[in-house]
C-alpha cells in the first residue's frame, strides 16, 4: 500500500486567545514540526497537496495548524468534522485545546495592553465569555487539553516537548537552569541543587552588582572551602543519573540550580556543571532564568553566607 502524501501527523491546535497559542506553535516548530497559523479550514486540502519547501527531502514532517475565532470562515463543529474526516482517510490527526481561566486571560492582556479579538467594543470578560461558547464544541472533542493559568511559557514548552518530542530521536535534551528560590522553584526540574551553602559575593560591594558569569565573581565563589568537593560529588551523581533516565525513556531532563537572587552562585555553579556535563560527553543547554530579571524583594540575611 503507498503511503499518502503529506504529513504523517497533523495536530490541529486551538484554545482561548491569550492561552499560549502562538508559544504553543513555536515549541513545536523548533522540534521540527511544519507550522501555519490561521489557516482556513477550507484551504487545508490545497495545504496537504502543496509540494514541500524547495530543498526538503521530508514530505512527511508533522504539520501544527493554529487556528482560533480569529481564522477565516472558523466554525467549531466544521473543524471538528474536518479532523474526523482526516483520520477516517488514515491520517494521524489530533486536537490540542489550550485553555485559560478568564481572570488569567484578563491578566495577560491588560499587561500587554493588548484587545481581545472578541471584545474590540466591549469588556474583555464579555469577550471572554463569547468566545469559550464558540470554542466549546473544540474544546469537548480535544485529544490534549492543556490548562496554562500560572504558567510560564517555559512551562508549557516543557510539557509540549513531552507531549510531542520525537521519542525516537538519540539521547535526552538536556538543559542546565540557574534559578532564584525566591522567585519560586521551576516546576520542570528534574534535578534540583541548592547553592546557598557557598560563599556569597552579595557582601562584597565591587561583586554585589556583577554576575555569576564574571570572572572575579567565579574566583569568588570557587574559593569556598566546600566548593571543590560540592562540584565533585554534585556532577558524579548527575552523571551516573543521567544514563538511568535516557535509558527509562526520558527525552527531556533539567537539571535546576538555585540561590536566593538567582544571579551569583547558581549562575556561575550552572556553567560550570555544564562544562563538567560536557566533559562527560552529554551536550547540555545552559539557561539562566532570572539573571536579567530585576531585583526582587526578597531581604538578604544580615549573616554572610546566608542569602543571595
Same mark, same amino acid.
Request: one cysteine or more; glycine letters at 8%; hydrophobic letters at 35%.
Given at each position: ?6 504529513? +504523517? ?81 488514515? +491520517? ?14 484578563? =491578566?495577560? /492582556?491588560? $499587561?500587554? +495592553?493588548?484587545?481581545? &479579538? ?35 511559557? @517555559? ?30 522553584? &521551576? =516546576? ?11 560563599? @556569597? ?14 570572572? $572575579?565573581?567565579?574566583? /569568588? ?23 538511568? /533516565?535516557?535509558?527509562?525513556?526520558? @527525552? /527531556? ?11 551569583? +552562585? ?17 551536550? &547540555? ?14 531581604? $538578604?540575611?544580615?549573616?554572610?553566607? $546566608?542569602?543571595?
Amino acid at each position: 500500500m503507498t503511503r499518502k502524501p503529506g504529513p +504523517r501527523r497533523i495536530l490541529f491546535v486551538t484554545g482561548m486567545s491569550g492561552s499560549g497559542k502562538k508559544t504553543a506553535l513555536k515549541a513545536l516548530e523548533d522540534m521540527g514540526w511544519e507550522t501555519v497559523d490561521n489557516l482556513p479550514v477550507s484551504l487545508l486540502d490545497r495545504l496537504l497537496a502543496a509540494s514541500p519547501p524547495e530543498g526538503s527531502h521530508d514530505d512527511g514532517r508533522p504539520l501544527a495548524l493554529g487556528i482560533d475565532s480569529r481564522t477565516r470562515d472558523f466554525d467549531s463543529r466544521q473543524i471538528v468534522g474536518r479532523a474526523q474526516s482526516l483520520r477516517d482517510g488514515g +491520517r494521524d490527526t489530533s486536537i490540542l485545546f489550550l485553555d485559560a481561566s478568564g481572570a488569567e486571560i484578563t =491578566r495577560r /492582556y491588560s $499587561e500587554t +495592553r493588548s484587545r481581545h &479579538p472578541m471584545a474590540q467594543d466591549r469588556q474583555i470578560e464579555d469577550g471572554i465569555t463569547l468566545e469559550r461558547e464558540l470554542l466549546a464544541p473544540l474544546r469537548a472533542a480535544a485529544d490534549d487539553l492543556i490548562d496554562t493559568t500560572g504558567r510560564a511559557s @517555559n512551562d508549557l514548552q516543557a510539557m509540549l516537548r513531552d507531549r510531542f518530542g520525537d521519542s525516537t530521536s538519540s539521547g535526552a535534551t538536556l538543559t542546565v537552569m540557574s534559578f532564584a528560590f525566591s522567585r519560586g522553584v &521551576p =516546576r520542570e526540574a528534574d534535578l534540583m541543587f541548592d547553592m546557598r551553602f557557598l560563599r @556569597n559575593p552579595h557582601w562584597d560591594p565591587e561583586l554585589r552588582p556583577r554576575s555569576g558569569l564574571d570572572p $572575579e565573581v567565579a574566583e /569568588y565563589i570557587a574559593a569556598d572551602p566546600a566548593y571543590d568537593e560540592a562540584r565533585s560529588r554534585i556532577g558524579a551523581l548527575i552523571s551516573l543519573l543521567l544514563p538511568r /533516565y535516557e535509558a527509562e525513556g526520558k @527525552n /527531556y531532563i533539567t537539571i535546576a540550580i538555585g540561590c536566593t537572587g538567582g544571579k551569583h +552562585r547558581s549562575v556561575h555553579f550552572a556553567e560550570t556543571l555544564a562544562s563538567l556535563l560536557r566533559e562527560a560527553g552529554f551536550s &547540555p543547554t545552559v539557561r539562566h532564568r532570572d539573571l536579567t530579571q530585576p531585583k526582587s524583594n526578597a531581604r $538578604e540575611s544580615t549573616v554572610p553566607g $546566608e542569602g543571595s
